[in-house]
């Protein structure tokens, strides 16, 4: 195939990719939106009647062990599950992103004591953090937001550390230090916009893992509490009843859960591709 | 009229073309070159970036890009019809070439005397026990101190004068008609320069070999070479022996160089710049390409690109209007 | 008349491992008056470039006195100047424009950095206009980012924030070395006409003898971070007293009295501290040059070289 001919076609297959991504995201931000005020059902009101029905006309994902309407469960629990993601993202970001700017300005003392911090936070798998957290602050979902956010936090803070430390010897640091920029100041206005870019990728990619660390924490009891409705939550529900037939009740919360994860993987490709600085 | 040259021509182009890209319409980076080096003559290639003074160099010594796309309608060199018998037999055995930084271009993980020794196997100059005592003469010839001993020393423990010395030993070991210099000296200290060219001058007229010294330096140039040719955005403008250059140039764009040279000005005031920038290659781009920088520019110099107007003692030009 | 700049006993010694030192500058005084232009010229490791980045206070001296505008600017922590009253007085011009640009931002906002902040409203994006204009910048580059502007026309903006600060003292350090020779003597010229119309002071720091003969009324010669000679510069180039200086015009291309300068430089690392360093290269050395340093000494008006042999 002649040259140009593949390029374009990796072009196409790219601006594919970030409209898929888009529709998808704007549909679970819509979802956690107005969830509540469009789902069918109460997604927490039991209905021991309509207990274990299977997909129908009714309940277009079925009922669970409580008559509840899964359908009207997952589309409330989106917004649960994305606010536990972006939460611990974001708390990820900015405080893994400040440790990491201050090591690599700072050098040192400063900069050996945090990477030790961050090489033990790395030492713990996420579930025995999450247990140790919620031991301290109780078992709530800000426990898991915390967990979360501290088990994604290492990468922010390395990345930004290697980036830091390195712009720091850059000429346009001296020139802004010759203005009489401050050493904040720097950090903030000159460096961080060049060290943007691989950060804010990471985020979108992290959002797929937080809520998956979410849910697996909640599919371990930890955090959400029934009557709660949240996609791991619900799995775990589900996953009591995979050997009574009730397929159901695990298949459309794991399909939620699946497809934000790939929606958020793929707007991570996306906006790798907007920043890439070949393109800017 | 002038007179073919006496001896026959060491090389012989003509209408050397070289393209980036895939587009035909795209006006090529190094446009219709034609070029007579004799043996034993020392050029000098002067331009500014873009001129394509490196292209055309590394096209002599056979070390051409490849993606570069070249086409002309001769191009022999120390007797080698290049375009029909290829570039092997040319490099490293006819041609030598010292690049501009040579730490990075010499194995900084072998001593300079196996990599002198491997370029003697390499071309046969030397073999078997004759080697070692080459390789100590080789480095001698380039006025290493101590070379016995320091044929085991690595290229990072050299400095950098002392590098470029190795590459021109092992740029001579092929005992090349012809050797190339590209930038040799440029991020080279003063007094290293003057002392690494008045070598390579000193080689080259030992060895009666031709020599191509590619520089951006004008003063360098007329220090050390006798004809300078001088190059804009890929066409030749000036071709001339260096002191009848400087005493009277005939291209506007070499005039302006002149000027503005710092050594030749009294002051700054004295200094001049060239208006403008080198064009950009596209369907604008006029057949002389200094006609929008010229202040002697008349529309046929949009055109149609002058030929070559030989005067005496073979200063030659391209210009409709010459100074 | 006081002077501007006062340096006195300036040294830079860096860790060279198992307690080595090199001495990048070793000892050098040197004053600038005001209005005046100081040239420094050496080759690679003669300190140049360290003596511009400890002036400009974004090194800190290993000893020595750096005063201006008679304070003592030297004892002030490089990270602490940013906030010191002298910091915008004193700018430099950086020998790679491009580097020293922001890439994130435009010209204009990298011109803006000079006033101390990013922020471009109306009146910053005027004053910024307004030093394009001085500079040469047309004005339609202003919101090009520095990838996308040339050598030539990046060195401007480079110089635009430099003076966006409103220096008194505005050093140099080869700011035209990556440039084409055309380029490089429009912005040549460009400094010139700043200089004189801002009444500046500079400090040039170059390679190439020829820009600073015409650049500067003053010329100081290092070797090895030490001071070989300094004086008016017509006098060091015309009739130089130093063997190094007159080294260094032979070995100029076009030289009227061309030469080589035999062997190579002493190591810079824990040099020998009573000797002078440029012997082993010297045609006028004695046995004396191996066992004191030469100081420097008066040999015209204003004009001093360190040689015993004087």
Redesign the interface.
């Known amino acids: 195939m002649p040259e140009t001919a593949v390029k374009r076609s990796a072009v196409t297959a790219a601006k594919i990719r970030t409209v898929i991504a888009v529709a998808l995201l704007t549909a679970f931000v819509v979802a956690a939106a107005l969830g509540p005020y469009v789902a069918p059902y109460d997604p927490l009101a039991p209905a021991p009647l309509e207990a274990l029905k299977a997909p129908s006309l009714s309940h277009a994902f079925g009922t669970d062990a409580y008559g509840r309407d899964i359908l009207s469960r997952v589309l409330v629990a989106t917004r649960l599950d994305l606010i536990i993601a972006f939460a611990a993202v974001l708390i990820a970001l900015t405080i893994g992103t400040a440790l990491g700017a201050f090591a690599g300005w700072a050098g040192g003392w400063p900069d050996r004591i945090i990477g030790r911090i961050i090489d033990t936070i790395m030492a713990f798998p996420l579930f025995v953090l999450a247990v140790g957290v919620a031991a301290g602050l109780g078992n709530s979902i800000s426990s898991v937001i915390v967990a979360t956010a501290i088990v994604n936090l290492p990468f922010y803070a390395r990345q930004a550390r290697s980036d830091v430390s390195r712009q720091r010897k ?3 640091v ?10 904040v100041l720097i950090v903030l ?2 460096i961080l ?2 060290i943007a870019p691989p950060l804010m990728v990471q985020s979108s990619l992290n959002l797929g893992w937080a809520i998956l660390n979410a849910a697996g924490l909640s599919f371990i009891g930890l955090g959400v509490r029934a009557p709660q409705a949240e996609w791991g939550i619900m799995v775990s529900d589900g996953a009591a009843n995979i050997f009574s037939g009730e397929w159901w009740m695990f298949i459309f919360p794991g399909a939620a859960l699946m497809i934000a994860i790939l929606t958020f993987s793929l707007c991570g490709d996306a906006l790798r591709d907007l920043l890439d600085p070949k393109r ?1 | 009229m002038t007179a073919p040259p006496a001896d026959p021509t060491l090389i012989s182009i003509r209408g050397l073309t070289i393209r980036f890209g895939s587009d035909a319409a795209r006006p090529p980076t190094v446009d219709g070159v034609d070029l007579d080096i004799r043996p034993g003559e020392f050029v000098a290639l002067v331009g500014e970036s873009g001129s394509g003074k490196s292209l055309t160099a590394h096209t002599l010594a056979g070390i051409l890009d490849p993606a570069a796309k070249l086409s002309a309608e001769r191009l022999e060199v120390a007797g080698i019809d290049v375009l029909a018998d290829g570039w092997d037999q040319l490099r490293g055995r006819k041609v030598g070439i010292v690049f501009q930084n040579s730490r990075a271009a010499l194995n900084p993980i072998r001593s300079i005397g196996r990599q002198l020794a491997d370029v003697f196997k390499a071309h046969g100059t030397a073999s078997g026990s004759a080697i070692a005592p080459a390789v100590v003469a080789a480095l001698t010839d380039v006025r290493i101190p101590d070379p016995k001993r320091r044929i085991s020393a690595y290229p990072g423990e050299l400095s950098g004068g002392m590098c470029q010395r190795v590459m021109l030993a092992i740029a001579l070991a092929g005992n090349p008609s012809l050797l190339v210099a590209d930038e040799p000296t440029t991020g080279l200290d003063v007094t290293t320069q003057s002392a690494i060219l008045a070598l390579l001058l000193e080689r080259a007229r030992a060895r009666r070999m031709a020599a191509i010294l590619i520089t951006h330096d004008l003063e360098l140039a007329r220090a050390y070479a006798e004809r300078i040719i001088v190059m804009q955005a890929g066409q030749i403008v000036e071709d001339a022996p260096a002191a009848a250059l400087f005493a009277n140039p005939r291209h506007p764009y070499s005039a302006l160089l002149i000027a503005a040279t710092p050594a030749r000005a009294r002051s700054v005031d004295g200094l001049s710049g060239i208006p403008g920038q080198t064009p950009d290659l596209d369907a604008t781009t006029p057949a002389c390409r200094f006609a929008n920088r010229c202040g002697r520019a008349e529309p046929r110099c949009r055109t149609e690109f002058p030929p070559l107007r030989i005067e005496v003692d073979g200063h030659g030009f391209h210009c409709w209007r010459p100074l | 008349m006081s002077s501007l700049l006062e340096v006195t006993g300036l040294r830079k010694l860096f860790p060279a491992g198992h307690g080595a030192k090199l001495h990048a500058v070793d000892d050098v005084d040197f004053d600038l008056a005001e209005g005046e232009s100081l040239g420094v010229i050496g080759e690679s490791g003669s300190g140049k470039s360290t003596i511009a980045r400890l002036i ?1 206070r ?1 090194a800190d001296p290993t000893a020595g006195r750096i005063r201006f505008e008679g304070r003592d600017i030297g004892a002030i922590p490089s ?1 602490k100047f ?2 010191d009253v002298a ?2 007085s ?3 011009v ?1 020998q ?1 424009a491009g ?7 435009s010209a204009a906002r ?1 011109i803006v ?4 902040s ?1 922020r471009l409203n109306s009146e910053s994006r005027e004053w910024a206009a307004s030093l394009a204009g001085e500079v040469g910048l047309a004005p339609e580059l202003l919101d090009r ?1 520095p990838h996308q502007l040339s050598g030539g026309q990046q060195a401007r903006v ?1 110089i635009a ?2 003076l ?2 409103e220096p008194r003292l505005l050093i140099l350090d080869e700011p035209t070395a990556p440039l084409d020779v055309s380029v490089q003597a429009t912005v040549l010229k460009l400094i010139d006409g700043i200089r004189r119309k801002r009444r500046l002071s500079l400090v040039f720091v170059s390679h190439d003898l020829d820009v600073v003969r015409l650049m500067c009324d003053r010329v100081m010669v290092l070797y090895l971070g030490r001071v070989a000679e300094i004086g008016p510069v017509g006098e060091v180039l015309s009739a130089p007293r130093h063997p190094y200086t007159r080294a260094l015009i032979a070995s100029a291309p076009g030289s009227a009295t061309p030469a080589q300068l035999p062997g190579e430089a002493t190591s810079p690392i824990d040099p020998a501290p009573n000797a002078c360093l440029f012997a082993n290269r010297c045609t006028n050395a004695v046995p004396e040059c191996a066992l004191r340093r030469p100081q420097l000494v008066d040999v015209g008006s204003s004009h001093r070289a360190a040689c015993l042999r004087l």
């Open positions: 850059a000429a346009y001296e020139a802004a230090a010759l203005a009489g920029f401050s050493p206005l000159q916009p060049n800017r | 400009a974004l990270r940013a906030g910091r915008k004193i700018q430099l950086f790679s580097d020293s640009l922001n890439p994130a931002y990298n950095v000079g006033f101390g990013i980012r480079g924030r430099a966006a600060c």
